[in-house]
Nanobody, 125 residues
Framework: QVQLVESGGGLVQAGDSLRLSCAAS????????AGWFRQAPGKESEFVAA????????YYADSVKGRFTISRDNAKNTMYLQMNSLKPEDTAIYYC??????????????????WGQGTQVTVSS
């Protein structure tokens, strides 16, 4: 379906910022909700943020609300995650994902049909 390529991860100190990018191929990317999930070592995947197809609506996990900002540029088939005031607890592999239909909730990973390979974000104290 939609192919996703992530970039922007890295090693930073607490309080720093990072901007993750997710470049998509396929014209259907702009038609559906897209989002970010993350998985810390030894932990299960958790929802981070999501954005509607037009970019008009955004959703955030409580743990990142006020610090992270999700956005998309459909003309470039790209989604972004601006991460500010990073904390060590944010350390995880971050995955971008795209829905293949209008079904399901924004936080349900099972309703996302395309996934990126993941990019590592490490925040030191």
């Amino acid at each position: 379906q939609v192919q996703l390529v992530e970039s922007g991860g890295g090693l930073v100190q607490a309080g720093d910022s990072l901007r993750l990018s997710c470049a998509a191929s396929g014209r259907t990317f702009s038609k559906f909700t897209a989002g970010w999930f993350r998985q810390a070592p030894g932990k299960e995947s958790e929802f981070v943020a999501a954005i509607s197809s037009s970019g008009s609506n955004t959703y955030y996990a409580d743990s990142v609300k006020g610090r992270f900002t999700i956005s998309r540029d459909n003309a470039k088939n790209t989604m972004y995650l601006q991460m500010n005031s990073l904390k060590p607890e944010d350390t995880a592999i971050y995955y971008c994902a795209n829905k293949g239909s209008y079904s399901g909730t924004y936080y349900d990973s099972n309703t996302y049909t395309s996934w990126g390979q993941g990019t590592q974000v490490t925040v030191s104290s």
